[in-house]
């Protein structure tokens, strides 16, 4: 089971404080340094099933391909946001928001087995830059629970792994996917700028080389 670094009792408790009138979900953010949707979430979820809606974690539920159409179709029908429908039926916000990202791109929803295998490389899909903030930040907030986070947003073990180290090492800049990017020369060091003006060079001598082969031949035909 994955843990949040957060306990039950204490969203529980920060929910409270909110419905009580102790505090804005902007006051509340900053007296525990907590994120404000972050907040906004934990409240709608308490309102509905109480301390409840934070013992039951992900990461040891199992979700069926129905289950996520379902949950997805209420939230583009119009009878609730992501928030409201996660909190209704106990599901993590980021993880409603990636099925419908899913669903809208027209692909499949699996089924969810918390034991399901996704340590190979078939796994992998394309992902952009906010999915895989969303997915790090959920596998930080779930006790870094990369397998857990791999199975329930269709990627591998190993891009979750990699993306998060990214993250700890680099932060948020880390996971701008760069390849396939070129790097300009005020980029490089000096070797790679050497390298590369040598490399230029012998091409234009190449095409110079072909240049002078062209008009001998030209000059070979004109002479007949």
């Excluded at 399901?116 to 997915?135: G, H, L, N, S, V």
Aim: aromatic share 12%; net charge positive; hydrophobic share 35%.
């Amino acid at each position: 089971m994955s843990k949040s670094k957060w306990s039950a009792e204490f969203r529980a408790m920060v929910s409270q404080e909110y419905l009580d009138g102790k505090g804005s979900y902007g006051f509340l953010a900053n007296k525990y340094h907590i994120g404000l949707e972050t907040i906004r979430r934990w409240v709608v979820a308490y309102k509905v099933h109480g301390i409840d809606a934070f013992v039951s974690e992900v990461g040891n539920k199992s979700y069926t391909h129905e289950f996520k159409i379902m949950c997805v179709e209420e939230v583009i029908a119009g009878y609730g946001s992501s928030v409201d429908i996660g909190a209704k039926y106990k599901v993590n916000t980021t993880v409603l928001e990636s099925w419908i990202k899913l669903y809208n791109a027209n692909r499949e929803l699996r089924d969810y087995i918390p034991k399901r295998e996704i340590y190979m490389a078939d796994a992998r899909r394309k992902t952009t830059i906010e999915e895989r903030k969303d997915i790090v930040e959920y596998c930080l907030s779930h006790g870094r629970d990369y397998k857990g986070t791999a199975s329930i947003f269709d990627v591998s073990y190993s891009q979750v792994y990699s993306w998060v180290k990214k993250y700890d090492t680099n932060g948020e800049e880390a996971l701008i996917d760069k390849r396939g990017r070129h790097k300009a020369d005020d980029e490089v060091d000096e070797l790679e700028r050497l390298r590369r003006e040598n490399k230029k060079l012998k091409r234009q001598l190449e095409e110079n080389d072909m240049l002078v082969q062209l008009l001998k031949k030209v000059k070979e035909f004109e002479g007949m």
